[in-house]
């Protein structure tokens, strides 16, 4: 149970991280350059990458 735990704790640090990651990304955008926002998408909150659309 214990692994399961540390597990499930470092999965979820990994996706605010990817979370964070986006933020900061995008606060590098300009506010008018939707390419930017999506490419900051793509990088960092594909789910295939970094696990967010699992669970």
């Known amino acids: ?3 399961f735990q540390r597990e499930t704790s ?4 990994d996706r605010w991280d990817a ?3 986006y933020l900061v ?3 590098e955008c300009s506010l ?3 390419a930017c926002v999506t490419r900051c ?6 789910p295939e990458d970094n696990e967010l659309g699992a669970g």
């Open 19 to 21: 979370v964070d990651n």
């Open 32 to 34: 008018d350059d939707r």
């Open 41 to 46: 998408m793509e990088v960092h909150l594909k």
């Open 25 to 27: 990304c995008i606060s």
């Open 10 to 13: 470092s999965s979820q640090v």
């Open 1 to 3: 149970m214990e692994t």
